[in-house]
């Protein structure tokens, strides 16, 4: 039995492709590449009749669409064509991390390790990058979002550069001591200044003064005499950080103060629900509160907090 595309889902005369063929193809937004037919046992006379016969089409250099390319589809391809070591970079991975509230770039950024000559589309940037430096994002190996951050920081004014470190932080992606290690790993980077003044903010090891509702929080946990505790802590959960606000290290109980200003968003939602999973399944237990509960509802934040750590002692 043949399979076929979506793409070609009902049309006369679908194109003759196995389904290890379609199903790589559409888990790559249609793109598929020569090496990959290779791999799956099709000849190169059997590509060519394809491509004479219009089922796929030639996109890159020995990388062809099979049906309609999608977005996600676009960036596949540019990997594909700059072959190994090819990493989404610069403003295409800030994009498809969701730091910048823009139009996907036309032209596709992708770091590659040695000189690639420039193709239709794709914009090659040439550097060794670490491989702390990348991660995988939809299938695609992107660079992680502190890489991205210095990566774009040249290139943006200081209110862009500014707002997508703000999204970072909404999207709780903003780990300092990654940024720190990132940069620690690429000396000179033209990024570096714009990127360490657009953090000085966000970092309180940086001289930032405590805010409102931290000053409330510190108050919080003196009134209610609870033992000492750990501030801004980063708890690493299969090589993924989180940072979380007021930790018991031993108790492995914390506390997240939620602000509606970085926490009242779609991609926040759902970012604070996958995170206090993963925490959750590493043993953690974190109790959220707001500024309301802090004001309202302290003795009962506190009689939860309290329960919490009493129960870990005695287990």
Same mark, same amino acid.
């Given at each position: ?23 790589? $193809? ?25 491509? $004479? ?85 939809? #299938? ?45 790993? $690429? ?8 990127? *360490? ?27 209610? #005499? ?12 299969? #090589? ?56 309202? *509802? ?18």
């Amino acid at each position: 039995m043949r399979h076929v595309h979506p793409a070609y889902e009902g049309k006369r005369g679908a194109p003759p492709v196995g389904r290890q063929v379609s199903n790589l $193809a559409t888990g790559q937004g249609g793109a598929i590449s020569r090496a990959q037919l290779r791999g799956l046992g099709v000849t190169d006379k059997t590509v060519d009749g394809l491509l $004479a016969g219009g089922w796929l089409v030639a996109v890159h250099r020995g990388v062809f669409r099979l049906g309609r390319l999608s977005e996600a589809g676009v960036l596949h391809a540019a990997l594909l064509a700059l072959g190994d070591g090819a990493a989404l970079s610069h403003r295409s991975a800030a994009h498809a991390h969701g730091l910048l509230r823009t139009r996907p770039p036309a032209t596709v950024d992708v770091t590659v390790p040695t000189t690639r000559r420039r193709r239709r589309g794709i914009r090659p940037h040439r550097s060794q990058l670490d491989a702390l430096d990348t991660t995988t994002r939809g #299938g695609l190996r992107i660079t992680t979002v502190a890489r991205t951050l210095l990566d774009i920081a040249p290139g943006l004014t200081v209110p862009r550069l500014q707002a997508a470190v703000d999204e970072a932080r909404v999207q709780r992606r903003l780990h300092i001591p990654a940024i720190e290690a990132t940069l620690a790993r $690429a000396p000179g980077h033209h990024g570096t200044g714009a990127l *360490r003044r657009a953090l000085e903010r966000h970092d309180p090891g940086r001289g930032r003064p405590i805010g409102d509702f931290e000053r409330r929080a510190i108050a919080f946990l003196r009134d209610h #005499g609870f033992p000492p505790y750990v501030r801004n802590f980063t708890v690493v959960v299969e #090589g993924e950080p989180f940072s979380l606000d007021v930790v018991w290290l031993e108790h492995r109980v914390a506390i997240e103060l939620d602000s509606r200003t970085f926490h009242d968003t779609d991609p926040a939602f759902a970012s604070d629900r996958r995170r206090s999973r993963r925490l959750a399944a590493a043993g953690w237990q974190v109790v959220r509160g707001t500024w309301d509960d802090l004001d309202d *509802r302290a003795a009962e934040l506190a009689a939860d907090v309290w329960a919490l750590l009493r129960a870990a002692k005695v287990a």
